[in-house]
């Protein structure tokens, strides 16, 4: 079974290189290859999330631990991990098949899908690594590619975008990088599971480390205070790209890593877990009044980002300070719970509303609300579309957005943080007013009518139709024996923190 888990990596470097050799020899090869990519990973994640319940490793070369020490590279598969794989290969194929007529307007098509590709290899590597230095080598990956895919379009406003996400994120690498080189120094080991051996006892030199690792995938997750390439990039890049990197890349280069590492990695301590809830509960509450001013429809998506990821970062927070405190573990599971299941969520409508706006400016050519209006007549797919994913993230009943935030603010009432619970309604509130400008003032404001404009072509509005059906079909997590299948394994891995280097070193 675990010869199966370097496929996650194979299958879309080699769909590259493919494309790469073949893709101007036969046309349309890149469209066909990086949607059965997809479409395989997809199979492959579901496969594992019904099929396996152990982690799996593999070692990289066939060298297996000897006392106890890890010698080779280690690709690891856990609850955690299943739950990041679902999600990267369910957007990308969504956001790959909505491209197939989007990218039409490009002149280099193949080229927009080899980067594609690349995105998802270095994101599925990343995820299933267990040495933290290759979750370096595959954040450079995919990093690269999302910065080339930014600037594809070539126009200025892109250009300048790509080049402020370069700029920061070469800093968030050069952070990281010099996190790893004192990890290094200290354990003499990059393995994950072998350096949780041996600062089970943090110091203050591990502390500080820890606060540079929270700086650097901090950047690469814009949370508060490390956002500010966010808006430039998700507003410029082309839609089905601010969809991955919105609904998935932030969480897969960002808020996994973090959550990996002081769960599995590092032991867990007040300072930190303080730390991180105060970074969620910040995020969440800037971003969303950054967002009430936008009229860009993109930028006030971008904000929105940064705002829903506290929502993410507030609950596992609280569930990593209930842990520490030695409070109620089931309070601690139900917290991390929903914040797992908002991350999921956000990735669905938030990918949806992205895809949404690009197919308003590919028809109308303005992501400018006031120059909207009227659209929900001759585009409803796209209005219908974007009306669910905005009650959806609004927090709205019976949509899956209201779910995962009731359950983080059941979670800190119950662990008695009243002023979190109440700052969540209150940002969620908030999330309404702007969600309610963005639909009056694109698709139901009559001052503007666009008489020749129709619908998106199919590929696109498909998309966005099994976006919507996601939106009402997540809610069904909040059941029980579903989130057995889902969610309980993720937020296991991450509560038993130690198992994690059990399994790899194997006592």
């Known amino acids: 079974m675990n010869s199966l888990v370097p496929l996650f990596v194979i299958v879309p470097l080699g769909s590259a290189f493919l494309m790469v050799i073949f893709?101007?020899?036969?046309?349309?090869?890149?469209?066909?290859?990086?949607?059965?990519?997809?479409?395989?990973?997809?199979?492959?994640?579901?496969?594992?999330?019904?099929?396996?319940?152990?982690?799996?490793?593999?070692?990289?070369?066939?060298?297996?631990?000897?006392?106890g020490v890890p010698i080779a590279i280690y690709l690891v598969i856990d609850g955690f991990s299943k739950l990041l794989l679902l999600i990267i290969s369910?957007?990308?194929?969504?956001?790959?098949?909505?491209?197939?007529?989007?990218?039409?307007?490009?002149?280099?098509?193949?080229?927009?899908?080899?980067?594609?590709?690349?995105?998802?290899?270095?994101?599925?590597?990343?995820?299933?690594?267990?040495?933290?230095?290759?979750?370096?080598?595959?954040?450079?990956?995919?990093?690269?590619?999302?910065?080339?895919l930014v600037a594809f379009g070539i126009e200025r406003e892109q250009l300048e975008a790509s080049f402020k996400y370069q700029v920061l994120g070469g800093v968030a690498s050069l952070i990281i990088l010099l996190s790893?080189?004192?990890?290094?120094?200290?354990?003499?080991?990059?393995?994950?599971?072998?350096?949780?051996?041996?600062?089970?006892?943090?110091?203050?030199?591990?502390?500080?480390?820890?606060v540079l690792l929270i700086t650097g995938f901090g950047l690469k997750a814009a949370i508060f205070p490390f956002h500010s390439w966010l808006p430039d990039a998700h507003s410029s890049a082309p839609s089905p790209i601010s969809a991955m990197l919105s609904?998935?890349?932030?969480?897969?280069?960002?808020?996994?890593?973090?959550?990996?590492?002081?769960?599995?990695?590092?032991?867990?301590?007040?300072?930190?877990s303080m730390t991180i809830t105060v970074l969620g509960a910040l995020s969440m509450i800037i971003g969303s009044?950054?967002?009430?001013?936008?009229?860009?429809?993109?930028?006030?998506?971008?904000?929105?980002?940064?705002?829903?990821?506290?929502?993410?970062?507030?609950?596992?927070g609280i569930g990593m300070l209930v842990l520490v405190r030695g409070g109620d573990i089931k309070i601690a599971a139900l917290a991390i719970t929903g914040g797992l299941f908002h991350l999921i969520n956000h990735a669905v409508f938030k990918g949806l509303l992205f895809l949404g706006a690009g197919a308003v400016e590919y028809r109308t050519g303005t992501r400018d609300m006031r120059k909207l209006g009227g659209l929900n007549?001759?585009?409803?797919?796209?209005?219908?579309?974007?009306?669910?994913?905005?009650?959806?993230?609004?927090?709205?009943?019976?949509?899956?957005?209201?779910?995962?935030?009731?359950?983080i603010i059941i979670a800190a009432v119950q662990a008695k943080y009243y002023f979190l619970a109440l700052l969540a309604v209150i940002v969620s509130i908030i999330t309404i007013g702007y969600f309610m400008k963005l639909q009056k003032y694109t698709f139901f404001n009559k001052n503007v009518n666009f008489p020749k404009i129709r619908e998106v072509p199919f590929s696109m509005a498909f998309s966005q139709i099994l976006?919507?059906?996601?939106?009402?079909?997540?809610?069904?997590?909040?059941?029980?024996?579903?989130?057995?299948?889902?969610?309980k394994p993720a937020v296991d891995a991450l509560i038993n923190s130690t198992a994690y280097a059990r399994v790899i070193l194997g006592y």
């Open 23 to 67: 893709g101007r020899l036969i046309k349309h090869l890149s469209k066909i290859l990086v949607t059965m990519m997809l479409l395989f990973l997809l199979y492959l994640t579901f496969y594992f999330l019904y099929n396996v319940t152990e982690p799996q490793i593999y070692e990289v070369g066939g060298h297996a631990a000897r006392n």
């Open 90 to 148: 369910l957007i990308g194929f969504l956001s790959a098949l909505y491209a197939l007529s989007y990218t039409r307007q490009y002149t280099a098509e193949p080229k927009f899908y080899i980067l594609f590709s690349l995105l998802i290899a270095g994101m599925n590597g990343l995820v299933i690594s267990g040495d933290i230095f290759n979750i370096f080598v595959f954040l450079e990956i995919s990093s690269i590619a999302a910065y080339a």
């Open 180 to 210: 790893i080189g004192f990890i290094y120094w200290q354990t003499g080991t990059l393995n994950m599971a072998d350096i949780s051996a041996q600062v089970a006892g943090t110091g203050v030199f591990f502390k500080f480390v820890a």
């Open 247 to 272: 609904g998935v890349v932030i969480k897969a280069i960002g808020i996994y890593v973090i959550l990996r590492l002081f769960f599995n990695m590092f032991a867990i301590n007040y300072e930190i």
């Open 289 to 316: 009044l950054l967002a009430i001013g936008q009229w860009d429809i993109k930028r006030m998506l971008a904000y929105s980002s940064i705002s829903q990821i506290g929502y993410v970062i507030l609950g596992v």
């Open 377 to 407: 007549e001759v585009m409803p797919v796209t209005a219908s579309s974007s009306l669910i994913a905005s009650l959806s993230i609004s927090g709205v009943p019976p949509f899956n957005g209201f779910f995962s935030k009731l359950i």
């Open 467 to 487: 976006l919507a059906v996601l939106c009402l079909g997540l809610s069904l997590l909040v059941i029980p024996d579903v989130q057995k299948i889902f969610l």
